[in-house]
């Protein structure tokens, strides 16, 4: 990054969620789908010289960007083009392929439901300096995907025992569906079905963005990179950053020194 990013970061399966000053970087492209949502004016620009100065822009996955002038006071969201609030954010807006199409044509988002919250995200612990903060920002984000559930609403019981089960097994290595599956005595098609739809993202992505949420975690905790990655189940510290870059366009440890983490 050419310019420092200062504010706090929220990782959880399917989202990265970052308030604060968002800075000038790279052209580069990573495979989530990126909202920006500031309260001043900041410039964005694509792979064919194209520009866009907006408070609000929504880019599609795999397409490269890069801000070239940033802001304070903004809220960037980062999701998994697979889950369902990442899909639904892309289905209501339309995003383009070059800047001058990732200005949304809605003019206000709508207002989330009261007491509703997205069932795969899980707001940060009280009693962290950023929580309020944090939890109010996902409101941001209810508000533009449109996705929500109920606040308390229960998921299936083989889901939750997967939830339940997942991060023991990342600690011994890769995690398969069939592994999950047999924890949780369900056929390996039903309890792909159920995780999907209960959860909003399918098994496998959510493991990989799981791992990289204790990952960050680690390193945010005081853990050398390498030490962070075999904790939460990758090869190493490469491979830890290779599948955090190829998914946010950065590595963590260019975020790790200006980022305050959130557990």
Known sequence: MSHPWR???????????FGGTVGRNDLHAHHAVQ???????????DAHGGELTTQIAIVPPDVRH???????????????PR????????????????????APTLKDPPAPAEGMRPLMFAEPAAGHARSAEAAAALRTVEGWTGH??????????????A?????TLLRRGPV????????????????????????????????????MQQAIGLVAGGQTLTAAAHSAGFTDGSHFTRVFRDTFGTTPSELAAAIDWLP
């Open 163 to 167: 939830i339940a089960v997942i991060p």
């Open 66 to 80: 890069t801000v070239r002038k940033g802001a304070h006071e903004a809220l960037l969201v980062l999701m998994d």
């Open 176 to 211: 398969r569906l069939r592994t999950v599956a047999d924890a949780v005595h369900m056929s390996p098609s039903r309890l792909a079905h159920l995780f999907g739809a209960h959860v909003g993202i399918p098994l496998r992505p959510y493991v990989r963005w799981l791992r």
């Open 7 to 17: 504010g706090w970061c929220l990782l959880r399966p399917g989202l990265l969620l």
């Open 83 to 102: 889950s369902s609030p990442g899909r639904s954010l892309l289905a209501r807006f339309d995003a383009g392929l070059t800047a001058s199409g990732w």
């Open 148 to 161: 929500s559930a109920a606040e308390g609403a229960r998921l299936h019981p083989a889901v939750e025992a």
């Open 35 to 45: 909202l920006i949502v500031s309260a001043q004016p900041f410039t964005m620009g």
